[in-house]
């Protein structure tokens, strides 16, 4: 009866140590590995940290304990998606989800691992745990009194910004743009396409022919997976778009610029 009741509370210790008071930095990087151990046991690779993602799931776990809600939908009714726009435009992505996870204790004693297992219970959870098409991700942590909001965010990234764009461009006006190279896929075959804002404009690009509509755009790579896209809008103002991808596909609508 003594090794029974010892070794129960030897249980119980156990399980607290496996637990903290958090620090939610700490807490977040510990969800992350945990997310990316269940991944790496289905035979898929880990997802890479971003913080500009883990920003972007920071915001909305603290907005949900400032404001009492719980719901991929916040009080703006922006879902995480129209989250990443508004917030973190310098991301282009070709894909977004985001797992939430709530959990109360009266001692703020909580535990990474059941945070993780949590989601891998659930099949929606589960389902952008184990999507082979993110390859990003970034989680953010906050604590409002015995209360734990956790929120991690799935991408997958292809460029970021890295110059600061004007409010607007103009017209026959030389511009380069910096992107940073984010995807996990080979820089070969990458492409990349500006639609001028008449879609029936003619543009010719010499023995190739023409193109109606867009024009191909010519980059260089730096040594640091960086893309320097040189920019000129001769084709009226209005709305140009950005858009990227590999081969034969690109995704739309990438970035918009405004030319006056």
């Known amino acids: 009866m003594r090794k029974t009741l010892f070794s129960l509370a030897l249980l119980l210790m156990l399980s607290f140590l496996s637990a903290e008071i958090i620090n939610p930095e700490t807490y977040a990087l510990r969800v992350h590995d945990e997310v990316n151990e269940s991944r ?3 035979g898929l690779p880990a997802l ?3 913080e500009d993602l883990a920003e972007l799931a920071q915001l909305h776990s ?3 304990g400032q404001k009492g809600f719980f719901s991929h939908l916040d009080p703006e009714g922006l879902r995480v998606s129209a989250r990443q726009r508004k917030y973190q435009p310098q991301l ?4 977004i989800g985001e797992n939430l996870y709530r959990s109360q204790s009266s001692s ?4 990474p691992k059941r945070s993780a297992q949590s989601w891998m219970n659930s099949p ?4 952008n745990i184990l999507n082979r098409n ?14 734990l909001y956790v929120t991690q965010v799935f991408a997958t990234p292809i460029l970021k910004l890295r110059t600061s764009l004007p409010p607007f461009f103009l017209e026959n006006i030389p511009y380069l743009l910096e992107f940073e190279y984010l995807s996990t896929q080979p820089r070969e075959g990458f492409i990349s396409f500006l639609t001028t804002p008449d879609p029936n404009t003619r543009v010719d690009v010499g023995l190739e022919g023409y193109y109606n509509g867009s024009t191909p755009l010519t980059y260089s790579w730096t040594e640091d997976n960086t893309l320097l896209f040189p920019l000129e809008f001769n084709y009226g103002k209005g709305s140009y778009i950005l858009k990227i991808g590999w081969d034969d596909y690109v995704y739309p609508d990438m970035m918009e610029f405004m030319v006056r």
């Open 62 to 64: 603290q907005n949900m």
């Open 134 to 147: 993110y390859s990003h991700s970034g989680i953010g942590v906050f604590l409002k009194g015995d209360r």
């Open 92 to 95: 282009l992505l070709s894909g």
């Open 108 to 111: 703020r004693v909580f535990d």
């Open 48 to 50: 890479i940290w971003l």
């Open 40 to 42: 790496l046991r289905n």
């Open 124 to 127: 929606g959870h589960r389902e």
